[in-house]
C-alpha cells in the first residue's frame, strides 16, 4: 500500500546553512555539558569509563542483600524512582533500594579514571547481609582473568582466578586490579578493604564472578549512615584499526519517508514553544496524535457530534484536532492514537497514570457490551476530525494495548477489533486503517500473530508499529521486519527513543552519551527494520530534544541540544529514498544506507562510538562523484564539513570519536 510521503519544509542549501548557524549559536552559548569519562546511567549504574571515545565496558550496580544471601535489590533501569543530574565533572545519582536511601557521586578524573562515592543512610531499621557496590565484567575478554589484591605501594598481597567462587577475597587491600591480557580494571581505597568475590545469587550465573565491595556490612539502625569512597580506573587496546564499509545499491528495499514525531499535548504551557521549533527546523514525514476519547464522548447517551455542534467541545479534545490539522497542512499524513477510553467503554474502575492497578494488571479492557457504541464514537470523532478540520486520519490505533496504556487487549481482542473497526470505518466512508501492533516495546511481537495470520484483518491493516524502548537486540528487530514483509505493508516505530522513564531524571537528555545511544538506536533501526519513519517521541515538551524555556525547570532561554542536532540530521534525509545494504566490519560502529538510483541520490548515516577511526568506503555507484559531509557530536551541529571525492566507487575519510557523520550525493 502507497502511503504519502511530505516534501520537504526547507530548500536543502539555506536550510543547512540556518542549522548550522543555530548549532554553533547554542554550543558557543554553553548550551552542551561536558562529555564524561564515566558512562553513568541515571539510575547508578556505571557501564564503563570512556578512553579515547572507546567504552571499556563493565557493568556496575548498588546491591541491597538480604541475610544469607536470600535475595537482593538492585539499582536498574525502571526499577527505582531516582532522580540525576551533573554539575561540571561529577554526576549525582539519589535512589533507594527498599529502606535504603542512596546518594552517588561519580566525578571524572581524565580519560579511564574516575573517582565513586557513595552514602547509604537508613530510613528505618534495615536488616540485611550488606549494601554493596558490585562490579561484573564481561566475559570477553575477562573470562580468565585474574584478581590481584595489592597494598598501598602496588605491591602484590595475593591473586586468584575472578572464576573462583570464594565466599571473600584473602585479605583487605588497598587496590583491586582484575586483569586479563592487556585490559584491567582497578578499585583504590583510602584504608585496606575486603572484597567479596562471588557469583551473585547463589552462583546461578555462570562467567565470571562479581566483586562486591562493602558500603555496609550488617544491618543498619534507622538515622545510621554509611559511606565508601574509591576510585575506579581501567585500561586496555583502543580499537583505531580502519573500517571498511560496503555498500550494495543494486539490492534497494524498503522506502524511508522520513523522520516523524508525536504531538500528544499535555502542557499547555510548554508544549507550544517546542512544538513551534521542531516544526519550522524538522522536515517531517509522518506525526502522531491524542484522540482524548474519554472527553469527546464521557457519557455514553450522549451525542459527541451534536455536542461539538453546539460548542461543547472540550478544549483538549479542540487543542488536539487542531495539532492533527496543523501537521496536515504541511502534507504530513497523521496517525490518531487513544490512550484512554470513556468509563461505559471498558471494564472496571479506570485505571490512571499508566500503571498497573490495585490487582498488578495494568489498562482496563474495552467492555464488549458497548463495543459497537465503541466504535461509532471512534468512526464519529474522526468523521468530525475530517469534516470540521480537514483532516482524514490516515491511521488509527490504542496506544500499547499490549501492555495496557491505558486500553488492555489480548492478541485475539486485537484482532478482532481490527476487522470489526476496520469495517466500521469503510462503513462510514473513512479511509483510515489500523495499526497492527503499536505495541509498547520490540519484545512483545507475539501480540501482533493473530491479526497477522489472519487474511481477514488484512484489508483493515495499514502498516505494522512497534514502540523502541526496550528489548532491541538483532534478532528481536529481525521479527518485526519479518512481519512487514509477510504482508507486505509499511513498519512504522511508533514511538521512538531509549529510556522510557527518563522524563523523572530529565537532564540526561542533555547528556552526550544519551544523544549517541539514541542515534545508534535509529541507525540501526534504518538497516534491520527498514522502516518507514521512526516518530520521536515527543517532540513536545515531553521528552523534549530542546531545554531551557522553563521545561523541567530550566530557566535558561529555549535552545537544542545534542539530541535535537542529531534527530535534524536525521530528518534531513531526502525523501524518497530506499533502505540499501551497507556492512561495516568493525565493532562499536553503527551505520545505515538509503537511495534512489533514478534520481542519483544516497545517504548514508553512520554513528562511531569508538576511538577515531579510518573509513574506506566502496561500493557507491559510478555516477557518483563527490560526497558531502555533516557531522554532530558534543561540539558540532549538523556540520557540513569539506566534500569527499568519490573514485571508482570509493571514498576515504576520517570518523571522530562519538560522532554521529551523514553523507550524502545530491
Known amino acids: 500500500m502507497a502511503l504519502p510521503v511530505k516534501t520537504a519544509l526547507f530548500s536543502a542549501p539555506n536550510y543547512r546553512l540556518a542549522a548550522w548557524a543555530a548549532g554553533v549559536l547554542a554550543l558557543a552559548l554553553g548550551g552542551q555539558p561536558a562529555f564524561g569519562q564515566a558512562e553513568v546511567t541515571p539510575w547508578g549504574n556505571i557501564n564503563g569509563l570512556r578512553v579515547s571515545g572507546q567504552v571499556l565496558e563493565f557493568a556496575t550496580s548498588l546491591q541491597l542483600v ?6 537482593v535489590v538492585a539499582t536498574a533501569q525502571e526499577r527505582q524512582r531516582p532522580r540525576y543530574v551533573r554539575q561540571g565533572n561529577q554526576q549525582f545519582i539519589t535512589t533507594r533500594l527498599d529502606s535504603l536511601a542512596l546518594v552517588e557521586t561519580v566525578e571524572d578524573q581524565g580519560p579511564g579514571r574516575a573517582t565513586v562515592a557513595i552514602d547509604a543512610t537508613a530510613l528505618a531499621a534495615t536488616d540485611m547481609q550488606g549494601a554493596f557496590f558490585s562490579l561484573a565484567l564481561p566475559p570477553v575478554p575477562y573470562a580468565q582473568a585474574t584478581v590481584q589484591l595489592l597494598d598501598a605501594t602496588g605491591r602484590v ?13 584473602q585479605v583487605p587491600a588497598r587496590r583491586v586490579r582484575v586483569v586479563a591480557g592487556t585490559y584491567q580494571v582497578e578499585l583504590a581505597f583510602a584504608e585496606p578493604t575486603q572484597v567479596l568475590l562471588r557469583r551473585p545469587e547463589g552462583g546461578r550465573e555462570t562467567g565470571p564472578c562479581r566483586l562486591y565491595v562493602p558500603i555496609q556490612l ?3 539502625a534507622k538515622g545510621q549512615v554509611a559511606h565508601l569512597a574509591f576510585t575506579l580506573s581501567g585500561s586496555g587496546p583502543i580499537d583505531r584499526a580502519p573500517i571498511h564499509l560496503t555498500l550494495n545499491p543494486a539490492r534497494p528495499g524498503r522506502p524511508f519517508a522520513g523522520f516523524g514525531g508525536n504531538f500528544r499535548l499535555q502542557n499547555p504551557k510548554g508544549d507550544p514553544q517546542v512544538i513551534d521549533y521542531c516544526l519550522q527546523h524538522l522536515r517531517l514525514a509522518w506525526g502522531r496524535v491524542e484522540m482524548p476519547w474519554q472527553l469527546w464522548q464521557p457519557d455514553l447517551a450522549q451525542d459527541p457530534t451534536a455536542a461539538a455542534n453546539q460548542g461543547q467541545l472540550h478544549p483538549h479534545v479542540r487543542e488536539s484536532m487542531e495539532m492533527a490539522q496543523r501537521l496536515s497542512k504541511k ?3 497523521v496517525i490518531v492514537t487513544a490512550w484512554s477510553a470513556p468509563q461505559w467503554a471498558i471494564v472496571g474502575p479506570r485505571i490512571r497514570g499508566g500503571g498497573p492497578g490495585p490487582d498488578g494488571i495494568w489498562g482496563n479492557p474495552l467492555d464488549k457490551n458497548t463495543m459497537q457504541a465503541s466504535y461509532k464514537s471512534i468512526a464519529d470523532y474522526l468523521v468530525y476530525l475530517k469534516e470540521k478540520y480537514g483532516v482524514e486520519a490516515t491511521m488509527f490505533s490504542f496506544n500499547e494495548s499490549d501492555l495496557g496504556i491505558n486500553i488492555r487487549q489480548t492478541g485475539p481482542e486485537h484482532d478482532e477489533l481490527i476487522k470489526g473497526l476496520g469495517a466500521y470505518f469503510v462503513s462510514r466512508g473513512l479511509k483510515t486503517k489500523l495499526l497492527l501492533g503499536d505495541n509498547s516495546d520490540a519484545t512483545t511481537y507475539d501480540f501482533i500473530y493473530p491479526a497477522l495470520r489472519d487474511p481477514a484483518a488484512r484489508p483493515y491493516i495499514g502498516a505494522v508499529s512497534f514502540h523502541s524502548w526496550r528489548g532491541c537486540d538483532d534478532a528481536t528487530l529481525a521479527k518485526w521486519a519479518a512481519a512487514a ?6 513498519l512504522l516505530v511508533g514511538e521512538g527513543s531509549i529510556d522510557a522513564q527518563a522524563w523523572g531524571y530529565p537532564a540526561i537528555f542533555e547528556e ?3 544523544a549517541l545511544q539514541e542515534i545508534t538506536l535509529y541507525t540501526r533501526l534504518l538497516a534491520q527494520c527498514q522502516p518507514l519513519s521512526i516518530l520521536q517521541w515527543q517532540l513536545t515538551s515531553d521528552y523534549s530534544p530542546l531545554a531551557g524555556g522553563g521545561i523541567y525547570g530550566n530557566p535558561a532561554p529555549l535552545h537544542p541540544t545534542q539530541r535535537f542536532y542529531n534527530l535534524q540530521q536525521l530528518a534531513n534525509t531526502p525523501p524518497d529514498l530506499a533502505a540499501l545494504p551497507l556492512a561495516a566490519d568493525r565493532p562499536n560502529f553503527a551505520c545505515a544506507a538509503l537511495g534512489n538510483q533514478a534520481k542519483g541520490l544516497y545517504a548514508l548515516h553512520l554513528v562511531n562510538n569508538g576511538a577515531t577511526r ?7 555507484p559510478a555516477t557518483v562523484k563527490t560526497l558531502r559531509v555533516y557531522v554532530t557530536d558534543k561540539t558540532r551541529a549538523v556540520q557540513e564539513g569539506p566534500r569527499l571525492t568519490v573514485a571508482k566507487g570509493t571514498a576515504h575519510f576520517t570518523v571522530d570519536a562519538g560522532s554521529y557523520v551523514t553523507l550524502e550525493s545530491r
Do not use: C, D, F, H
Not at 598481597?157 to 573462583?164: R, W
Not at 579510518?614 to 557507491?620: A, K, S
Open 66 to 71: 538480604r541475610p544469607g544471601w536470600a535475595s
Open 157 to 169: 598481597l595475593a591473586e586468584q582466578p575472578l572464576a573462583t567462587p570464594a565466599a571473600k577475597t
Open 218 to 220: 550488617g544491618a543498619l
Open 331 to 333: 502534507g504530513i499524513p
Open 485 to 490: 514483509r509477510e504482508i507486505n505493508l509499511p
Open 512 to 514: 552526550p552519551s544519551y
Open 614 to 620: 579510518p573509513v574506506t568506503l566502496t561500493g557507491l
